[in-house]
C-alpha cells in the first residue's frame, strides 16, 4: 500500500516536499514513481528512483528543481519540489514497481493523489 501526502497551496518559486509511504513489503527492493495529472490532462510521469540500485531518473520538466530520495528505513520515499511554477499545479501520486516506466499503466501498485496548487 502507498500513501502519498504533503501536497498543499504555495506560491511561484516556492517549494514542497511530497512524502509517499510504502506499507505491506519492503522499499529497498521497489522502484517508486511520481506522477502527476492536471485537470483535462493525461497523468504524466514526474520521477522515479529504484531503491534497490539507487537509479534514479527525472523528466526533463522538472530536472534542477526536483530531487527524489528514499528512506529505506522509514520505507517512505519523497520528492523534494523547489522553484515551482503554475504548470506544476496538479494531483501527484506515488507508484510502486519494478522498473522505472515513463507510462503509467505499467505500474501495478498506486496510492492516492495529493493536490499540489501553485498560485499567486
Known amino acids: 500500500q502507498l500513501q502519498a501526502s504533503g501536497g498543499g497551496l504555495v506560491q511561484p518559486g516556492g517549494s514542497l516536499r511530497l512524502s509517499c509511504a510504502v506499507s505491506g513489503f519492503t522499499l529497498k527492493y521497489y522502484t517508486i514513481g511520481w506522477f502527476r495529472q492536471a485537470p483535462g490532462k493525461e497523468r504524466d510521469w514526474v520521477s522515479c528512483?529504484?531503491?534497490?540500485?539507487?537509479?534514479?531518473e527525472y523528466a526533463d520538466s522538472v530536472k534542477g528543481r526536483f530531487t527524489i530520495s528514499g528512506d529505506n528505513a522509514k520505507n517512505t520515499v519523497f520528492l523534494q519540489m523547489n522553484r515551482l511554477k503554475t504548470e506544476d499545479t496538479a494531483v501527484y501520486y506515488c507508484?510502486?514497481?519494478?522498473?522505472?516506466?515513463?507510462?503509467?499503466?505499467?505500474?501495478?501498485?498506486w496510492g492516492h493523489g495529493t493536490q499540489v496548487t501553485v498560485s499567486s
Open positions: 528512483i529504484n531503491n534497490r540500485d539507487g537509479t534514479i
Open positions: 507508484a510502486g514497481g519494478y522498473g522505472c516506466y515513463h507510462g503509467p499503466r505499467v505500474w501495478p501498485d
